[in-house]
């Protein structure tokens, strides 16, 4: 017979499981850029206690509680778990209050953690969601802290800094590039060390940890931990190295690329918003001319929306399913040479 506590660590472990851990999310843009690119590559985590699941589920209660001071100022008006899809990962917004114009995102803290409020991670978030969604609609930033121990909120309002925003895009092309193209995990930051955050705090660590500071040869979930058979040939140590210095090269001109393109939307971005103005579709600049045409969006059927409504059935779409096809994964390491002794 089960105990509650058995029944609500049940109930922990569902939840956990409705994340996707191969998306890129808008929330972790200012945080550990290796650990990101290990998560979405598929490599092993260390499963999360029911103590961490727990702490992450009273974050979803704390929010419950916002929204409801929110709802009863402004009764069925406020609106939760706002999407924000971009080029580059997803996010979803805590809360919109479209009376105020406000995006406000909900978190939990101590009181030993108070002084170093709002966390920069958080702003970071925020700021993308201000960028990809929250700038059309000229909204306002909210960073709403609830204190465990005491039941306070500390509010904290968020300005909008857009070349920092930017900076931020930058972050989100990398991970794309590692977990698209390359398909190699970004480096463990320099400024990062084994023993302090994020790598690790207080008697608990990340659940990457071991890929970058335990034994280098880990493989990925789902490999089935099969013997590793290592080829010797020192003869091969040249095409190595270039081929490391390629993949790097290679890196660098995706991202440059990736780059580019965002600043060429921003421009874009200012054409659009002066020719509106102006009710006219071609911009006349020294030589130049720049016309606007509109295309209309194609029409494409959300399979997933479908599903989660219960208008189909996973049953239903077994006709149309399809796998994609498998690739190698190709991972350079190379050792780390010892400093000599004096």
Not at 36 to 53: C, S
Not at 172 to 193: D, H, K, N, S
Request: proline letters at 6%; a neutral charge.
């Amino acid at each position: 017979m089960p105990t509650t506590a058995d029944l609500h660590a049940a109930y922990l472990h569902r939840t956990h499981a409705t994340f996707d851990p191969r998306e890129i999310r808008l929330s972790e843009v200012g945080q550990c850029p290796r650990r990101q690119t290990l998560r979405i590559l598929g490599y092993p985590a260390e499963a999360p206690t029911d103590q961490q699941l727990a702490i992450f589920d009273t974050g979803h209660r704390i929010e419950d509680f916002v929204y409801r001071l929110w709802a009863t100022r402004y009764p069925r008006r406020v609106l939760r778990q706002i999407r924000v899809k971009t080029p580059y990962g997803t996010g979803h917004i805590d809360l919109w209050v479209p009376p105020e114009r406000k995006i406000v995102e909900v978190k939990s803290t101590t009181r030993a953690r108070i002084a170093d409020l709002p966390l920069d991670s958080h702003v970071d978030q925020l700021h993308m969601y201000q960028y990809y969604w929250g700038a059309q609609r000229r909204a306002v930033l909210e960073l709403a802290y609830v204190v465990k121990e005491t039941g306070e909120i500390l509010p904290f309002q968020i300005s909008y800094d857009v070349a920092h925003a930017r900076q931020l895009v930058a972050n989100l092309i990398a991970v794309q590039g590692a977990a698209e193209m390359t398909r190699e995990p970004l480096p463990v930051p320099a400024e990062y060390t084994a023993f302090r955050y994020p790598c690790s705090w207080g008697a608990e660590r990340c659940a990457f940890w071991t890929h970058c500071w335990g034994p280098d040869a880990v493989a990925p979930e789902g490999s089935g931990q099969e013997k590793v058979v290592v080829a010797v040939a020192a003869s091969f140590a040249p095409d190595l190295a270039e081929y490391q210095t390629l993949r790097q090269q290679r890196s660098a001109l995706l991202a440059q690329a990736d780059t580019l393109k965002e600043h060429i939307e921003v421009l874009e971005e200012g054409f659009e918003s002066f020719l509106a103005a102006q009710g006219a579709t071609v911009l006349k600049a020294g030589p130049f001319r720049l016309r606007r045409t509109v295309v209309p969006g194609r029409v494409r059927y959300d399979a997933r929306a479908a599903l989660d409504a219960g208008v189909v059935t996973e049953a239903d779409l077994a006709p149309f399913k399809k796998t994609g096809v498998g690739y190698t994964r190709w991972t350079v390491s190379q050792k780390r040479t010892q400093p000599q002794e004096t």
